[in-house]
């Protein structure tokens, strides 16, 4: 016969199940629609021997951030509607195609999906495949917001039916990998016209067993791209492609030569044709040499061999060290943010458009060849060594089909001193063609989440100056 | 009470609650997300309330009672076995403990709830009956059959129950 205290002893092993409350706090926020959540993020794990890119993907997101807002902000014109939140799961959206996103005064799709960043990690059947000590959080359903560029408030919300672990935006849809059980599903999600509604529908591609690496998918939404882990012990390599139809579910995949095996895939983007896919490729995985290189791979070639792709651009060059590289859809222009660590294989800092110092820069280079020009420095903050800690830029928000207009994430590091406090601040501009504005409203969502735009999902994210006390 | 503040002060504890009332790690996701998703939303009357966390454990008790997704629930526990099943622990999946927690899994969701109310927060049977809306003798009766389900013998005790785990 048990008594009480059997009783008692049982329940209080059930705490162990109880979420986490940075991460439920963070879903909360979201969802109900308040402005992004200033917490301190600490979950993550230890990133050894990965480029940044991949810590981007997977390190934790520190500490609370601030918006530049003392500016002149943009005149963006768009519809807006009120957040409904979707819980139509539909038949996949067979032979209905679906019509771009409208577009603000600027050019700029109207909308965007987020992720919370401090969310993402976690892989089906097991721990994080970013390292060891992140404990499971497979949710059974995750909300995500659609947010309107105009604002930076949010238009729509979708549940989704699992644990998100990677979201991307074709010209007028959004999508996602959610994770159910042992296997990740893929979704499509439209904006519902005029009453900003969402509907969802699960994508007829087979679900895959494999942690999910990156996705990506094509101008028109018909062909959906993503990258799988490949484990090695401790080691995890994302080295398999496969490119799906969103119409039938038929697939291509590309898998790493055995000679290569040590090589990884990075961020991808499609082409305007929705025929050849972009990418960055480590090799050795995980490591930014001259062997790391911006690829372009044929989708429509037969082959399975992921490195009959052509090499575009080493993530080492003239200009620096890159961490990787986000191509424009019309394939003519390349984009970087100069990071030249200490073992910059060029042995210093590189240089571009004559200037020797542009770390932290963007640099555009010409697919083709030739000369790279610095196409924006971040000012530095004055009278103050957090420069050398970096004001910086990080990779490419949004890219408009000709490269003319660029959407770019700042940052400003200001350590502290007698003087004052520690400060990270992260705004967002617009580059257009010369001209430089200020987008404050999005640039706490550009700390704290990956946004899914069309053509790129941004993964970046600040490293934050430890808080004043 | 601002969200902050409550946030910092009893979220840690209302999380307990709920994964001790849900069991499971997905059903206390669910079921903290859903209640909190709401309580953000209204927090300027919450707020306001003398007790804004004793209030939102009420919302996550009746969230809890009025659960009726059964096959989404059905979806978590598969989801809970394959975690099992990948990561096996033979000592603990055969010990006592686990034994009585399958059995409380099975109970009647208001006898579970009187149990964790009892037995995990350690409130007394008349702050029972408040939260569930009914009288102490039909909390001693859902405890009681309960207890009895799960062959559990009760200490006799005068008086209100002990408070060995009260977190506010």
Known sequence: MRDEEDLRAALRTLERHAPDAEATLAAVRTTAGAAPARLVWHRGAALTGRPRGWARTFAPLAAAASVVAVVTGVALVVRMTGPVMARHEGKPPVSQPVRPFPTTADGIPAFFMLYPAALHSVQPNGPSVGGPGVPPLMRSYEILPIMATATGRKVAQVRLPGYVTAIAASSGAFFAAVVRGPRAWFYEVRLTAGRGGTTTARLPIPADTAPIGRLAVSPDGTRLAYSTYVRHGQQNDVQNLVVASTANGAEHRWQTPARDSGGSIGSMTWLADGRTLAFNWYRPAGEVTTESSLRLLDTISPGHNLLASRQVLPLINQAGAFDDYTISPDGKTVFGIVTCPRRCATGGPGTAGGHPDVRGSLIQFPAAGGAPVVRYTEPRLPGTPGNVVGSKCGDPLWISASARTVLLPCYQHRPRTAAHYSLSTVHVVLLDNGRVRQVPWLGDLADMFFIAFPGITSYDWVPHLPPSP | ?168
Not at chain 2, 24 to 32: G, I, K, Q, S, Y
């Open chain 2, 1 to 168: 009470m601002t969200f902050e503040e409550f946030a910092s002060a009893h979220l840690a504890a209302v999380l307990r609650f709920a994964a001790v009332l849900a069991g499971d790690r997905a059903a206390a996701d669910d079921l903290a997300q859903e209640v909190l998703i709401r309580a953000y939303s209204r927090w300027d009357r919450i707020g306001g309330l003398e007790r804004p966390e004793f209030y939102v454990r009420k919302m996550i008790l009746n969230e809890f009672l009025s659960w009726r997704r059964r096959s989404a629930r059905q979806a978590r526990r598969d989801l809970l076995a394959e975690r099992a099943s990948a990561v096996p622990d033979h000592a603990q999946a055969y010990s006592e403990r686990e034994a009585l927690l399958g059995e409380l899994s099975k109970l009647p969701r208001r006898q579970r709830a009187v149990l964790v109310l009892r037995y995990y927060e350690g409130r007394p049977d008349t702050e029972i009956a408040q939260l569930l809306g009914c009288s102490p003798g039909t909390v001693r009766g859902y405890a009681s059959r309960a207890l009895a389900a799960l062959r559990v013998e009760m200490t006799p005790r005068p008086g209100a129950a002990l408070r060995t785990k009260v977190e506010s």
